[in-house]
C-alpha cells in the first residue's frame, strides 16, 4: 500500500507536473500519434496463445494500462502473468521511458520485477510442476506484455487502466493541498477519443473523491450515446515491496457505479484478480467509498506514525522510553504493533499528499473540524522534524558556525535509492541556516546528482556553495564531525549487530507465503552474472527465461553499482569524531549505552538524554 | 513469594482484581479494602456491588474453596490455608490492618478528572491515592512494595517515592510500581484473565527490579511469560494514556470519515471494512458510531493533553485534543443532523431516545452521547422519551437535567419499555448498541468481546444489575421494529446512531431511515 509510494515519473521529478512523462499530456498538439517517429513500435502480437485459456476472461483479451510508471508497469506486468491468454499493452508517451521498460534495465526497480517482466515481455519456456498434469512436456509462454507509444492501444482494449501520475497541486487554488489532475485528465481525454465502445475504464491512480463520476460525465461529453463502465480500483503498493503488494494483496477494492451495468464491469474485473487473489479479499463498493478508502487508509497509517512521534516528544521531556510504549500499545490487538516506529516522521510522497487531499477534501465540504483533525497529523509530521533539527542546534548552545555535520542516509526510508520527499531535505534546511562549515552527508542508495538536485529544490544555489559534500565512503563523511546524525532507517547503520539485516531489498514480512519477490531474489542475482539460461518457479510452475543481453556500450550495464550492504563500523567512526561527539538518531536505531561507551553523545528520538536527567 | 496482597479501593477495578488473584494464586491471602463500608458490605453479600459477566461464579468458587478447605479439604495442589483460614480472599474496611499485613499493596483508587482549580477538565485528581499513601507510609511496619493500578498521570512513580521518604519513618523500605490496568466495563472478567499484555514499570534499580520480578511472579501463575513486560514507570505509565488515545483516535478518525461521506457519495461502511482488511490498521474499533464515551477515553487523553501542556509541547497537546474534539462534534453533528432532518425545527415534535447508557451492557452514562442529543432535543423544545434496558430513571433525570429549567414539565419521559418509547414518536434514535435493538436480519450480535471467556462463564443473554438493593435479572429480548414503526406516527424517522439497524428492512417497514456516514438519498 502506498507508503510513500511515488507515483511520479522517473525522469524529470524535479519539474513541475506538467513534465509528467507518464501521462500524454501535452493539449496542444496531438503528441501521441507521430507516425514519422523511429521510435514508434511495431506490436508483435502473439499469433497463438498458449495455455488453456481461462474461461473466466472470456470477455477480456486486451487491456491497456495508461502510464508506465511506478504503478501501471508492475500492476500490467503481474496481469500478464496470471493471464497468459490477454495481451496487455503498456502506454506511454515518454520514448525514454518505453524504451528503457523494453531493454534489460526497467526504470522501476522493485524486488522480483525484473523476472515478472522478461517472463511475460520476453516470452518463456513453461513447466508445470504440478504432479497431476500428465504431461509435464516444456511449452511456450507467448510473450504478453508490451510497451508502446502507439494510442491505438486503448482502441484495442476491453479494459483501460488509468495509472498515470496525480502529484499534489501546486499553485493556484488549492496549492499544496488539492490533486493536480492536468496529466489525468490530459490522458483521460485520450482514452475517451480511442477507446471502443463497452469498454470498461478502471481508475489505479490515486484521485479525489468524484473523479469517476467526473470521468462518466467526460465520457457522455465526448462520446455521446456510447456505453462505457468506469471503476475505481485504487492501488496500494509500497516502494520496495510492490510486487510482493500486487501478488498478495491484503485487499483488492472495486469501486463501481452501483448499476446492473457497473456491477458487471466490477465482475468482470474481479474475475480478472481471482486468478490470484482469494475472492474473499476483493470487496466491492460504490465509487466513492473506494476512492475514498485508499486515501483514509493511508491517512490513517500516517497518523499512526504521527501519534507516536508526538508521544516521541512527551517521552524526550520525561522518563519514558518511546519503543517501550510502542510495543506496550502494539500489543493491544486492536491497535496492532505495526507503524509504531517513532523517528523523524514520514517522508515519501503518499501520505502528505493524501493527508492534505483528505483535508482539503473535508474542507471544501464546509467541514472544517475535519479538516483541522486530519491536518493536525501532517502538522504533528513537520514538528517532528522540526524539533530534530532544533535540538541539534539546542545541543551546540545554538552555534553551529565553524562545525561539521555528518549525515547518515538521505532518502525517506531504508533500502530505496529515492532521494524525493526526503525529510533530510527539511532537516539540512534548518542547519543550513545556522551556517555550519560543512553538512556531509552518505547515503548506500542514493545518487549524488538526485541528493543534489533535491536540495536545490529547497535551497538553490547549494550545490556551487561547497557547504554541502556527499560522500560515497560513510567514514570519510564522518571524518572530523562534531555531529553525526541518522537520518534513514538503513540496516547498515546499526551499531548491535542482533539487529544485523539480510542484504538489502527484502522487505518481505514474516509468515507470508514465499513471494514472488523471495523466489525472485537468486534470480536477479544471477541475471547479473548473465550466465547459462536462468529458470524460476512460482505457484507449481517453472519458467525457463529467455536470454537478455545489451550491446557492449551499454552505459547502463556499466554503472551499475552495488550499493553497501555492510553494516558501518561505529568505533571507527566514533574515534575520527572531534568533540562533543554527538551522535543524534533520528530513527531510533542505535544502542544507545552501546554507543555511548565509545566515547560519543547519544541523543535519540523518544529518549531522555542524561544530560537532561542530571539537569 | 508473595503471601498477603491488600487492594486499596473495591470499586470496579479493585474488587475483580482481588477476586482474580485470589482465584488463581490459592497461596495468596488477599484482602480487598475500602473505606467505604457500604461497599464492602455489598461485596460480602450475595448481591454484589457491580455487575460484570463471570465475575460472581469466580467469587463463589473461591468461596466455596474456603469452605472446602475449613473442612480439610482442599482444592490447590498442596497449598492448604494454614488449617484455620477459611478463604484466602477478604473484603474489609479495615485498611489499616491491611496494609500492615501485607507485602504488596495495590492501588486501585478511583482519580477522578479534576474539577476545579488548575488543569480543571484536565488533570487528575490525586487527593484520594496521596491520602492512601500517606497511610501506608504511616501504618506500615515492614518493607511494602506499592503497586499503581489506577490510571495515574505519569510520573506519579517517582512522585510516590518522594512521598514515602519524607512521609514514613525510614525503618522500612518502599518500592513503588507501576502495573496499569487495560479493563474495560463488561469484559473485566475476560479482560483480567486473558490480558493482551502486562506491562510492569519499576525504578531502574536492582531492588527495582526485584520488586518487579514479585509481582512478575504473580501473575504468571495465568499469564503467559511472553506477555509480561518490565519497563521504567515512566513508560508503563505512558502507555497507558497512550494506548488508550490511539483506541479513541480510531473511532474519531472513522468517525471524522463519517461526516465526509455524509456529504459525497461514500458509505461509511464500505470506507471501514476497506482500512480494516489492512493488516497494518486492523479492524478493531472502526465502527462508525456517535462516538466515544464511558469514563476513561476523555480522561486519558485530557490527561495526556495536559502533560503535554506542562511540558511545553503545545502542538502535541492540540493533536491529541482534537481527538476529543472531534468526538464532541459527531455528536453534535448528529444532533444537527436530527434537526435538519426534521425541517430544521424539532418544537413540539415527539423523539424517542432507544439506550441512553454509553455502551452496550452497562448502565454507565459518563460522556453518553444520549446526554448531548436529549439537552440539545429538550432546548429545542422537543417532546423527548427515553428507554434504557439498565440506566435506572433517577441517572437519566440528573444527566438531563442542565436545561431541565427551562423545559416545559412532561418535556422529558422516562419509559419502561422500548415499545412505550416509541409510541406516536416522529422520529425514533438509536443511541447504544444493545443487542435487543437489532433488526431480524442482523439479529446476531456481531460484537465478539465475551468470546474468550471460558464457556461456563459467558452468559451472554443473562445481564443482572444491582440497582439499590434488587438484583434486576434481564433476559435479552429483541426489539419487534414492525410493532415500532407501526406505532410511530408520520414522517416516521429512525436516526441510527451506531449504524447497527438493516436500513433496508426498515425502508420496507414505511419509514425514513437515517445512519452515519451515509447520504441519504
Same mark, same amino acid.
Given at each position: 500500500?502506498?507508503h510513500?509510494?511515488p507515483?511520479?515519473?522517473?525522469?524529470?521529478?524535479?519539474?513541475s507536473?506538467l513534465?509528467c512523462?507518464?501521462?500524454?499530456?501535452?493539449?496542444?498538439?496531438?503528441?501521441l500519434?507521430?507516425?514519422?517517429?523511429?521510435?514508434?513500435?511495431?506490436?508483435?502480437?502473439p499469433q497463438?496463445r498458449?495455455?488453456?485459456?481461462?474461461?473466466?476472461?472470456?470477455?477480456?483479451?486486451?487491456?491497456?494500462?495508461?502510464?508506465?510508471?511506478?504503478?501501471?508497469?508492475?500492476?500490467?506486468a503481474v496481469?500478464?502473468?496470471?493471464?497468459?491468454?490477454?495481451?496487455?499493452?503498456?502506454?506511454?508517451?515518454?520514448?525514454?521511458?518505453i524504451q528503457?521498460?523494453q531493454?534489460a534495465h526497467?526504470?522501476v526497480?522493485?524486488p522480483g520485477?525484473?523476472t515478472?517482466?522478461?517472463?511475460?515481455?520476453?516470452?518463456a519456456e513453461?513447466?508445470d510442476?504440478?504432479?497431476?498434469?500428465?504431461?509435464?512436456a516444456?511449452?511456450t509462454?507467448a510473450q504478453?506484455?508490451?510497451f508502446?507509444?502507439?494510442?491505438r492501444a486503448?482502441?484495442?482494449?476491453?479494459?483501460?487502466?488509468?495509472?498515470?501520475?496525480?502529484p499534489t497541486?501546486?499553485?493556484?487554488?488549492g496549492?499544496?493541498?488539492?490533486?493536480?489532475?492536468?496529466?489525468?485528465?490530459?490522458?483521460m481525454?485520450?482514452?475517451?477519443?480511442?477507446?471502443?465502445?463497452?469498454?470498461?475504464?478502471?481508475?489505479k491512480?490515486?484521485?479525489p473523491g468524484?473523479?469517476a463520476?467526473?470521468?462518466r460525465?467526460?465520457l457522455?461529453?465526448?462520446?455521446p450515446?456510447?456505453?462505457f463502465?468506469?471503476?475505481?480500483?485504487?492501488?496500494?503498493?509500497?516502494?520496495?515491496?510492490?510486487?510482493?503488494n500486487?501478488?498478495?494483496?491484503?485487499?483488492?477494492l472495486?469501486?463501481?457505479s452501483?448499476?446492473?451495468?457497473?456491477h458487471?464491469?466490477?465482475?468482470?474485473?474481479?474475475?480478472?484478480?481471482?486468478?490470484?487473489?482469494?475472492?474473499?479479499?476483493?470487496?466491492?463498493?460504490?465509487?466513492?467509498?473506494?476512492?475514498?478508502?485508499?486515501?483514509?487508509?493511508n491517512?490513517?497509517?500516517?497518523?499512526?506514525?504521527?501519534?507516536i512521534?508526538?508521544?516521541?516528544?512527551?517521552?524526550?521531556?520525561?522518563?519514558?522510553e518511546v519503543?517501550?510504549?510502542?510495543?506496550?500499545?502494539?500489543?493491544?490487538v486492536r491497535?496492532?504493533?505495526?507503524?509504531?516506529?517513532a523517528?523523524?516522521?514520514?517522508?515519501?510522497?503518499?501520505?502528505?499528499?493524501?493527508i492534505?487531499?483528505?483535508?482539503y477534501?473535508a474542507?471544501?465540504l464546509?467541514?472544517d473540524d475535519v479538516?483541522?483533525?486530519?491536518r493536525?497529523?501532517?502538522?504533528?509530521?513537520?514538528?517532528?522534524?522540526?524539533?530534530?533539527?532544533?535540538?541539534i542546534?539546542d545541543?551546540f548552545?545554538?552555534?553551529?558556525?565553524?562545525?561539521?555535520?555528518a549525515?547518515?542516509?538521505?532518502?525517506?526510508?531504508?533500502?530505496t535509492?529515492?532521494?524525493?520527499?526526503?525529510?533530510a531535505?527539511?532537516?539540512?534546511r534548518v542547519?543550513?541556516?545556522?551556517?555550519?562549515?560543512?553538512?556531509?552527508?552518505?547515503d548506500?542508495?542514493?545518487?549524488?546528482?538526485?541528493?543534489?538536485?533535491?536540495?536545490?529544490l529547497?535551497c538553490?544555489?547549494i550545490?556551487?556553495?561547497?557547504?554541502v559534500k556527499?560522500?560515497t565512503?560513510?567514514?570519510?563523511?564522518?571524518?572530523?564531525a562534531?555531529?553525526?546524525?541518522?537520518?534513514?532507517?538503513c540496516d547498515?547503520?546499526?551499531?548491535?549487530?542482533?539487529?544485523?539485516?539480510p542484504?538489502a531489498?527484502?522487505?518481505?514480512?514474516?509468515g507470508?507465503?514465499?513471494?514472488?519477490?523471495d523466489?525472485?531474489h537468486?534470480?536477479?542475482k544471477r541475471?547479473?552474472?548473465?550466465?547459462?539460461?536462468?529458470?524460476?518457479?512460482?505457484?507449481?510452475?517453472?519458467?525457463?527465461?529467455?536470454p537478455?543481453?545489451?550491446?557492449s556500450?551499454?552505459a547502463d550495464?556499466?554503472?551499475?553499482?552495488?550499493p553497501t550492504?555492510?553494516?558501518?563500523?561505529?568505533?571507527?567512526?566514533?574515534?575520527?569524531?572531534?568533540?562533543?561527539k554527538?551522535?543524534?538518531?533520528g530513527r531510533?536505531l542505535?544502542d544507545a549505552?552501546e554507543l555511548a561507551?565509545?566515547?560519543?553523545?547519544?541523543?535519540a528520538?523518544g529518549?531522555r538524554?542524561?544530560?537532561?536527567?542530571?539537569? | 513469594?508473595?503471601?498477603?496482597?491488600?487492594?486499596?479501593?473495591?470499586g470496579f477495578?479493585?474488587?475483580?482484581?482481588?477476586?482474580?488473584?485470589?482465584?488463581?494464586?490459592?497461596?495468596?491471602?488477599?484482602?480487598?479494602?475500602?473505606?467505604?463500608?457500604?461497599?464492602?458490605?455489598?461485596?460480602?453479600?450475595d448481591?454484589?456491588?457491580l455487575?460484570?459477566?463471570?465475575?460472581?461464579e469466580?467469587?463463589?468458587?473461591?468461596?466455596?474453596r474456603?469452605?472446602?478447605s475449613?473442612?480439610?479439604?482442599s482444592?490447590?495442589e498442596g497449598?492448604?490455608a494454614n488449617?484455620?483460614?477459611?478463604?484466602n480472599l477478604?473484603?474489609?474496611t479495615?485498611?489499616?490492618?491491611?496494609?500492615?499485613e501485607?507485602?504488596?499493596?495495590?492501588?486501585?483508587?478511583?482519580?477522578?478528572t479534576?474539577?476545579?482549580g488548575?488543569?480543571?477538565?484536565f488533570?487528575?485528581?490525586?487527593?484520594n491515592?496521596?491520602?492512601?499513601?500517606?497511610?501506608?507510609a504511616?501504618?506500615?511496619k515492614t518493607?511494602?512494595i506499592?503497586?499503581e493500578k489506577?490510571t495515574?498521570?505519569?510520573?506519579?512513580?517517582?512522585?510516590?517515592?518522594?512521598?514515602?521518604?519524607?512521609?514514613a519513618?525510614?525503618a522500612?523500605?518502599?518500592?513503588?510500581?507501576?502495573?496499569?490496568?487495560?479493563?474495560?466495563?463488561?469484559?473485566i472478567?475476560?479482560?483480567?484473565?486473558y490480558?493482551?499484555r502486562?506491562l510492569?514499570?519499576?525504578?531502574?534499580t536492582p531492588?527495582?527490579r526485584?520488586?518487579?520480578?514479585?509481582l512478575?511472579?504473580i501473575?504468571?501463575?495465568?499469564v503467559?511469560?511472553?506477555l509480561?513486560?518490565?519497563?521504567d514507570?515512566?513508560?508503563?505509565?505512558l +502507555?497507558? =494514556?497512550?494506548?488508550?488515545?490511539?483506541?479513541?483516535?480510531?473511532?474519531?478518525s472513522? $468517525?471524522?470519515? *463519517? #461526516?465526509?461521506c @455524509?456529504?459525497?457519495?461514500?458509505?461509511?461502511?464500505f470506507?471501514?471494512?476497506?482500512c480494516?482488511?489492512?493488516?497494518?490498521?486492523?479492524?478493531?474499533?472502526l465502527?462508525p458510531?456517535l462516538?466515544?464515551?464511558?469514563g476513561?477515553?476523555?480522561k486519558?487523553? +485530557?490527561? =495526556?493533553v495536559?502533560?503535554a501542556?506542562?511540558?511545553g509541547?503545545?502542538?502535541?497537546? $492540540?493533536?491529541? *485534543? #482534537?481527538?476529543? @474534539?472531534?468526538?464532541?462534534?459527531?455528536k453534535?453533528?448528529?444532533?444537527?443532523?436530527?434537526?435538519?432532518h426534521?425541517h430544521?425545527?424539532?418544537?413540539k415534535k415527539f423523539?424517542?431516545?432507544l439506550?441512553?447508557?454509553f455502551?452496550?451492557?452497562t448502565?454507565d452514562?459518563?460522556?453518553?452521547?444520549?446526554?448531548?442529543?436529549?439537552?440539545?432535543l429538550?432546548?429545542?423544545?422537543a417532546?423527548? #422519551?427515553?428507554y434504557?434496558?439498565?440506566?435506572?430513571?433517577?441517572?437519566?433525570l440528573a444527566?438531563?437535567?442542565m436545561?431541565l429549567?427551562?423545559?416545559?414539565?412532561?418535556?422529558?419521559?422516562?419509559c419502561?419499555t422500548?415499545?412505550?418509547a416509541?409510541t406516536?414518536?416522529?422520529?425514533?434514535?438509536?443511541?447504544?448498541?444493545?443487542?435487543d435493538?437489532?433488526?431480524?436480519?442482523?439479529a446476531?450480535?456481531?460484537? #465478539?468481546?465475551?468470546?474468550?471467556?471460558?464457556?461456563?462463564?459467558n452468559?451472554?443473554?443473562m445481564?443482572e444489575r444491582?440497582?439499590?438493593?434488587?438484583?434486576?435479572?434481564?433476559?435479552?429480548?429483541?426489539?419487534?421494529?414492525?410493532?415500532?414503526v407501526?406505532?410511530m406516527?408520520?414522517?416516521?424517522l429512525?436516526?441510527?446512531?451506531?449504524?447497527?439497524l438493516?436500513?433496508?428492512?426498515?425502508?420496507?417497514?414505511?419509514?425514513?431511515?437515517?445512519?452515519?456516514?451515509?447520504?441519504?438519498?
Amino acid at each position: 500500500m502506498s507508503h510513500d509510494i511515488p507515483m511520479e515519473d522517473f525522469s524529470s521529478p524535479s519539474d513541475s507536473s506538467l513534465s509528467c512523462s507518464t501521462a500524454p499530456t501535452t493539449p496542444s498538439s496531438s503528441p501521441l500519434v507521430r507516425p514519422s517517429d523511429v521510435d514508434d513500435l511495431k506490436l508483435g502480437l502473439p499469433q497463438s496463445r498458449l495455455g488453456e485459456s481461462d474461461p473466466r476472461d472470456e470477455a477480456v483479451k486486451n487491456v491497456c494500462v495508461v502510464g508506465a510508471g511506478y504503478v501501471g508497469g508492475p500492476t500490467a506486468a503481474v496481469l500478464a502473468l496470471y493471464h497468459p491468454s490477454i495481451t496487455v499493452e503498456v502506454l506511454d508517451r515518454d520514448p525514454a521511458r518505453i524504451q528503457r521498460w523494453q531493454s534489460a534495465h526497467l526504470p522501476v526497480h522493485e524486488p522480483g520485477l525484473d523476472t515478472v517482466v522478461r517472463i511475460v515481455r520476453d516470452g518463456a519456456e513453461v513447466e508445470d510442476e504440478a504432479p497431476t498434469r500428465a504431461s509435464s512436456a516444456a511449452a511456450t509462454r507467448a510473450q504478453n506484455l508490451f510497451f508502446t507509444r502507439d494510442t491505438r492501444a486503448i482502441a484495442r482494449a476491453d479494459i483501460v487502466f488509468m495509472a498515470v501520475n496525480t502529484p499534489t497541486k501546486m499553485f493556484g487554488v488549492g496549492a499544496g493541498c488539492a490533486t493536480n489532475m492536468t496529466a489525468f485528465d490530459g490522458a483521460m481525454r485520450d482514452v475517451a477519443t480511442h477507446a471502443k465502445p463497452g469498454a470498461i475504464i478502471v481508475e489505479k491512480s490515486t484521485v479525489p473523491g468524484g473523479t469517476a463520476e467526473r470521468v462518466r460525465r467526460m465520457l457522455a461529453t465526448l462520446r455521446p450515446g456510447v456505453p462505457f463502465e468506469v471503476l475505481s480500483n485504487p492501488e496500494f503498493l509500497a516502494e520496495g515491496s510492490a510486487v510482493q503488494n500486487l501478488t498478495i494483496p491484503d485487499r483488492v477494492l472495486i469501486g463501481s457505479s452501483s448499476t446492473p451495468s457497473g456491477h458487471r464491469a466490477a465482475q468482470t474485473l474481479a474475475n480478472l484478480y481471482s486468478a490470484w487473489v482469494p475472492r474473499a479479499r476483493i470487496l466491492e463498493t460504490n465509487a466513492w467509498s473506494s476512492e475514498l478508502a485508499k486515501l483514509v487508509a493511508n491517512a490513517m497509517l500516517a497518523q499512526r506514525i504521527s501519534s507516536i512521534n508526538s508521544i516521541s516528544a512527551i517521552c524526550e521531556k520525561t522518563g519514558a522510553e518511546v519503543d517501550q510504549v510502542a510495543k506496550a500499545i502494539g500489543l493491544d490487538v486492536r491497535i496492532g504493533p505495526q507503524f509504531l516506529k517513532a523517528g523523524l516522521g514520514f517522508g515519501g510522497s503518499c501520505f502528505r499528499k493524501d493527508i492534505a487531499n483528505l483535508a482539503y477534501m473535508a474542507e471544501s465540504l464546509g467541514l472544517d473540524d475535519v479538516a483541522h483533525y486530519w491536518r493536525q497529523v501532517n502538522v504533528m509530521n513537520e514538528r517532528q522534524c522540526d524539533r530534530f533539527s532544533r535540538k541539534i542546534v539546542d545541543r551546540f548552545e545554538g552555534n553551529l558556525v565553524g562545525r561539521k555535520l555528518a549525515m547518515l542516509g538521505f532518502a525517506f526510508k531504508k533500502n530505496t535509492g529515492d532521494t524525493r520527499e526526503s525529510l533530510a531535505v527539511d532537516v539540512i534546511r534548518v542547519l543550513l541556516e545556522e551556517r555550519p562549515a560543512e553538512i556531509a552527508i552518505f547515503d548506500p542508495y542514493c545518487r549524488q546528482e538526485d541528493i543534489l538536485r533535491e536540495l536545490e529544490l529547497v535551497c538553490p544555489g547549494i550545490a556551487e556553495g561547497g557547504t554541502v559534500k556527499i560522500h560515497t565512503d560513510p567514514y570519510m563523511a564522518c571524518s572530523q564531525a562534531h555531529a553525526v546524525l541518522v537520518v534513514t532507517d538503513c540496516d547498515q547503520f546499526r551499531n548491535t549487530p542482533r539487529k544485523q539485516s539480510p542484504p538489502a531489498a527484502s522487505p518481505v514480512e514474516k509468515g507470508l507465503a514465499r513471494s514472488i519477490a523471495d523466489d525472485c531474489h537468486e534470480n536477479v542475482k544471477r541475471a547479473c552474472a548473465r550466465q547459462e539460461r536462468e529458470t524460476w518457479t512460482h505457484a507449481g510452475v517453472s519458467y525457463q527465461l529467455t536470454p537478455q543481453s545489451c550491446g557492449s556500450d551499454c552505459a547502463d550495464c556499466r554503472s551499475i553499482s552495488r550499493p553497501t550492504t555492510e553494516a558501518v563500523e561505529w568505533t571507527r567512526i566514533a574515534y575520527n569524531m572531534v568533540e562533543p561527539k554527538w551522535v543524534f538518531d533520528g530513527r531510533g536505531l542505535l544502542d544507545a549505552a552501546e554507543l555511548a561507551n565509545l566515547g560519543v553523545r547519544v541523543d535519540a528520538v523518544g529518549r531522555r538524554n542524561a544530560l537532561d536527567v542530571l539537569a | 513469594m508473595v503471601r498477603r496482597v491488600a487492594c486499596i479501593g473495591a470499586g470496579f477495578v479493585g474488587g475483580p482484581l482481588g477476586t482474580v488473584i485470589a482465584s488463581q494464586c490459592a497461596h495468596i491471602q488477599t484482602a480487598v479494602v475500602d473505606i467505604n463500608p457500604e461497599i464492602i458490605d455489598a461485596w460480602n453479600s450475595d448481591t454484589l456491588p457491580l455487575y460484570e459477566p463471570g465475575l460472581s461464579e469466580i467469587l463463589l468458587a473461591v468461596r466455596e474453596r474456603g469452605h472446602n478447605s475449613v473442612r480439610g479439604f482442599s482444592f490447590n495442589e498442596g497449598h492448604h490455608a494454614n488449617g484455620l483460614s477459611k478463604c484466602n480472599l477478604t473484603f474489609s474496611t479495615n485498611v489499616e490492618v491491611a496494609i500492615e499485613e501485607a507485602e504488596m499493596i495495590f492501588l486501585c483508587i478511583d482519580t477522578r478528572t479534576k474539577t476545579t482549580g488548575p488543569g480543571e477538565g484536565f488533570a487528575l485528581d490525586m487527593t484520594n491515592l496521596k491520602a492512601a499513601v500517606r497511610t501506608i507510609a504511616r501504618v506500615a511496619k515492614t518493607d511494602k512494595i506499592i503497586v499503581e493500578k489506577s490510571t495515574v498521570p505519569c510520573g506519579t512513580a517517582s512522585t510516590l517515592r518522594d512521598l514515602l521518604k519524607t512521609e514514613a519513618n525510614g525503618a522500612c523500605h518502599f518500592e513503588v510500581l507501576s502495573n496499569p490496568e487495560f479493563l474495560s466495563e463488561g469484559t473485566i472478567i475476560s479482560d483480567l484473565l486473558y490480558p493482551s499484555r502486562i506491562l510492569i514499570g519499576s525504578e531502574m534499580t536492582p531492588s527495582g527490579r526485584k520488586a518487579s520480578d514479585k509481582l512478575a511472579e504473580i501473575y504468571r501463575k495465568w499469564v503467559p511469560d511472553d506477555l509480561i513486560i518490565h519497563m521504567d514507570s515512566w513508560s508503563s505509565e505512558l +502507555s497507558k =494514556l497512550a494506548a488508550n488515545a490511539l483506541l479513541a483516535q480510531r473511532v474519531s478518525s472513522i $468517525n471524522s470519515l *463519517a #461526516s465526509i461521506c @455524509e456529504e459525497t457519495g461514500a458509505d461509511i461502511n464500505f470506507v471501514s471494512t476497506a482500512c480494516g482488511l489492512d493488516r497494518r490498521i486492523t479492524r478493531a474499533m472502526l465502527q462508525p458510531s456517535l462516538g466515544w464515551g464511558g469514563g476513561c477515553f476523555k480522561k486519558d487523553i +485530557s490527561c =495526556l493533553v495536559y502533560l503535554a501542556r506542562g511540558l511545553g509541547l503545545e502542538q502535541v497537546a $492540540n493533536y491529541w *485534543a #482534537s481527538v476529543v @474534539e472531534i468526538n464532541e462534534y459527531q455528536k453534535a453533528r448528529f444532533l444537527e443532523r436530527i434537526i435538519s432532518h426534521m425541517h430544521g425545527c424539532v418544537g413540539k415534535k415527539f423523539i424517542a431516545i432507544l439506550g441512553f447508557a454509553f455502551k452496550k451492557n452497562t448502565s454507565d452514562t459518563r460522556n453518553s452521547a444520549a446526554i448531548t442529543l436529549v439537552r440539545g432535543l429538550l432546548a429545542e423544545g422537543a417532546f423527548v #422519551s427515553v428507554y434504557d434496558p439498565l440506566v435506572p430513571e433517577s441517572q437519566i433525570l440528573a444527566d438531563s437535567s442542565m436545561r431541565l429549567s427551562k423545559a416545559e414539565p412532561g418535556q422529558l419521559q422516562i419509559c419502561k419499555t422500548a415499545y412505550q418509547a416509541c409510541t406516536g414518536a416522529d422520529a425514533v434514535v438509536v443511541v447504544t448498541d444493545w443487542d435487543d435493538f437489532h433488526t431480524p436480519l442482523r439479529a446476531i450480535p456481531r460484537d #465478539s468481546s465475551n468470546l474468550n471467556l471460558p464457556p461456563t462463564l459467558n452468559s451472554p443473554d443473562m445481564h443482572e444489575r444491582k440497582a439499590g438493593l434488587n438484583v434486576r435479572i434481564r433476559i435479552h429480548e429483541s426489539l419487534d421494529w414492525r410493532t415500532v414503526v407501526d406505532s410511530m406516527q408520520g414522517p416516521k424517522l429512525i436516526f441510527d446512531g451506531r449504524n447497527m439497524l438493516d436500513g433496508e428492512y426498515l425502508q420496507a417497514l414505511g419509514c425514513r431511515y437515517i445512519c452515519i456516514g451515509k447520504r441519504v438519498t
